[in-house]
T-cell receptor, first 115, second 113 residues
Framework: SAVISQKPSRDICQRGTSLTIQCQVDSQVTMMFWYRQQPGQSLTLIATANQGSEATYESGFVIDKFPISRPNLTFSTLTVSNMSPEDSSIYLC????????????FGPGTRLTVL | GENVEQHPSTLSVQEGDSAVIKCTYSDSASNYFPWYKQELGKRPQLIIDIRSNVGEKKDQRIAVTLNKTAKHFSLHITETQPEDSAVYFCAASMGGNTGKLIFGQGTTLQVKP
């Protein structure tokens, strides 16, 4: 499976600021996703990061709050904008296994704490 | 909207016993059902999956069964070991082959030595 890295691994931010999280894959992948995992909770899909076009957001998530970039097939960023303590979560990117496989593999996650 | 229900939320077993976790899904178009194991502070790891054209799949001590008619699938772990202790998540694909997954609420499995 692909090697996935995320930066930063963790951060502590002040409310009202923004943080950009990077996801890098060591091979080209078609499908890349961003998830949120709130403390002690399950994973919730934020959006699908589409290469060359705007991201597709799930219900409850909007582009102004979570702008996403996908400049190529190995890289994506998620920005958490105008943060509040409720945004404190782990943010994970995931990629599909490739070759038409449905398997998804997750990056190590970014643990965000908003004060 | 689509959802996945997972039970139980916590499960405690004695080492060597079996553990079963059950999930139900609502989207008739779901055709892919993975299971993830998440250890504390780690990323979710894919441990087994099943597609809608298969009723059962086994990999050593873990197995997954799928009943498409009833829209439910289950994870079975036999001969549990302390290292099986973790949070387990089931998931179902959304809207066919979109690649998007909707996750269950998770089951915390504790295996007592």
């Amino acid at each position: 499976s692909a090697v996935i890295s995320q930066k930063p691994s963790r951060d502590i931010c002040q409310r009202g600021t923004s943080l950009t999280i990077q996801c890098q894959v060591d091979s080209q992948v078609t499908m890349m996703f961003w998830y949120r995992q709130q403390p002690g909770q399950s994973l919730t899909l934020i959006a699908t990061a589409n290469q060359g076009s705007e991201a597709t957001y799930e219900s409850g998530f909007v582009i102004d709050k979570f702008p996403i970039s996908r400049p190529n097939l190995t890289f994506s960023t998620l920005t958490v904008s105008n943060m509040s303590p409720e945004d404190s979560s782990i943010y994970l990117c995931s990629v599909e296994g490739g070759r038409g496989h449905l398997e998804q593999f997750f990056g190590p996650g970014t643990r965000l704490t908003v004060l | 909207g689509e959802n996945v229900e997972q039970h139980p939320s916590t499960l405690s077993v004695q080492e060597g016993d079996s553990a079963v976790i059950k999930c139900t899904y609502s989207d008739s178009a779901s055709n892919y059902f993975p299971w993830y194991k998440q250890e504390l502070g780690k990323r979710p790891q894919l441990i087994i999956d099943i597609r809608s054209n298969v009723g059962e799949k086994k990999d050593q001590r873990i197995a997954v069964t799928l009943n498409k008619t009833a829209k439910h699938f289950s994870l079975h772990i036999t001969e549990t070991q302390p290292e099986d202790s973790a949070v387990y998540f089931c998931a179902a694909s959304m809207g066919g082959n979109t690649g998007k997954l909707i996750f269950g609420q998770g089951t915390t499995l504790q295996v007592k030595p």
